[in-house]
Each structure stands twice: as C-alpha cells, then as structure tokens.
C-alpha cells in the first residue's frame, strides 16, 4: 500500500509566476490536508479537504492560494503570482475517516521562489 | 488560539535516554501526536496517546502525558544515531475541528 504520494518533490518558480502542488492520498483515504512549514518552523494547518468539498480553509491566505479535490485525481493545491515569502516545505497528510483519525503525510514539496 | 511550545534542542549521547517535553493549552486536547522527521523528509508519526491515557509505552519509546499541567514528555531509550532528528508534538481536539496544531519541533542531536 503505497503511502501519501506528492510530487513535483522540489518545485522552483519566479516571483509572479504559478505553483501547482500535487498531493495523491493513501489508498482507501477520502480526507487530505495541507500543511505549510516554514524553515526552522512547526507546520501549519492550511486547508482540510473532501473528495470534491473544501471542510475547512481558516488556515490559507485569503488571496492567491486555492485548492481542489475532484472526483478524479489527486488534490491540487494551488498558488497564484508567488512571492519570495511563500518558500517554504507544503506538506500533505490523509486520513481514512476525518480528522478524528490519524494523518499520514507525504514527503513534502520545497517550493523555492527567486 | 491554541498553541503547542517545544524547546528547539536537545543533546544526548549515543545510549542515554532522550526526553523531550511538550506543552500545549488546549484543555480539550483529544489526541497528542509525537512526529519523527528526517531532513528532507516527511513527517512519520511515531506514536499517539489519548488524552484520558498518562503513559504509553511502545519498544523503545514512552510517552507521558500530565493532563493537569497539560505537559507532554517523548522518552527514548538506548538513543541511536539514526534518532537523530527532529521530532514534533502535535495535539488535536474538537475546537476548531479537530484541527493538528504542531510545536516548532525540537532537534534532537545524538553523539556517538
């Protein structure tokens, strides 16, 4: 059973430009969350998702940053017109059940902003 | 809000015991995490306790939990080079949805 899978694993973008961050969950797992760590920092909640449905979003920026978990496919989240700030480790865990379960992450994506 | 304070380094050497101490301020903590991760790494979780719990052992780790000073302590015994890393408490409870709210990790440097 292979565990949460994102990719890409290290992602470089100019400020301006777009991020995409792919996060596949756990076989069997319908709930994912994304985590931002910044350096020499825990991680922070950003987003909870369902299949198809946002939960909860109190953690994400109010602008640029979105994310999605279709039907089909891998949960995307997405940053628009990055800035030198948002460098940082994007985390994605999932679980089974909900939040009330344990999470299993993934091995992250850096993301490096010039 | 609710936060989760860790102390940032600990030192030991290579077959003493490592404790690392947590403490959070949510009451109504449910379930507190410790993560093990490994640079350039995800987050592995190690072990889990619920909050009606004061101890949980597994191998070589204990974890105790002091629900009145809401104090969280990871012990490893026999503490190997391959321990070292950075290792994070974590807590989730129904406030808020049962949100995971992580300490800043403390590094755990081992000597041989």
């Known amino acids: 059973n292979a565990g949460v899978m994102q990719n890409p694993r290290h992602l470089v973008r100019r400020r301006g430009q777009e991020a995409r961050l792919r996060c596949s969950p756990m076989?069997?797992?319908?709930?994912v969350y994304w985590y931002r760590q910044l350096p020499e920092e825990g991680l922070k909640f950003m987003v909870y998702?369902?299949?198809?449905?946002?939960?909860?979003e109190s953690g994400m920026p109010k602008e640029r940053f979105s994310a999605e978990f279709p039907k089909e496919g891998p949960s995307i989240l997405r940053i628009q017109q990055v800035v030198r700030g948002d460098s940082a480790a994007y985390f994605c865990?999932?679980?089974?059940?909900?939040?009330?379960?344990?999470?299993?992450f993934g091995p992250g994506t850096r993301l490096t902003v010039l | 809000g609710e936060d989760v304070e860790q102390s940032l380094f600990l030192s030991v050497r290579e077959g003493d015991s490592s404790v690392i101490n947590c403490t959070y301020t949510?009451?109504?903590?449910?379930?507190l995490y410790w993560y093990k991760q490994e640079p350039g790494a995800g987050l592995q979780l190690l072990t889990y306790?619920?909050?009606?719990?004061d101890m949980k052992q597994d191998q070589r780790l204990t974890v105790l939990l002091n629900k009145k000073d809401k104090h969280l302590s990871l012990r490893i015994a026999d503490t190997q080079t391959g321990d070292s890393a950075i290792y994070f408490c974590?807590?989730?409870?129904?406030?808020?949805?049962?949100?995971?709210?992580f300490g800043a990790g403390t590094r755990l440097f081992v000597k041989a």
């Open positions: 865990a999932s679980s089974p059940a909900g939040p009330r379960d344990t999470q299993y």
């Open positions: 076989k069997g797992h319908s709930h």
């Open positions: 998702l369902q299949k198809e449905n946002i939960i909860d």
């Open positions: 949510d009451s109504s903590s449910t379930y």
């Open positions: 306790i619920f909050s009606n719990m």
């Open positions: 974590a807590e989730s409870s129904n406030t808020g949805g049962f949100k995971t709210i």
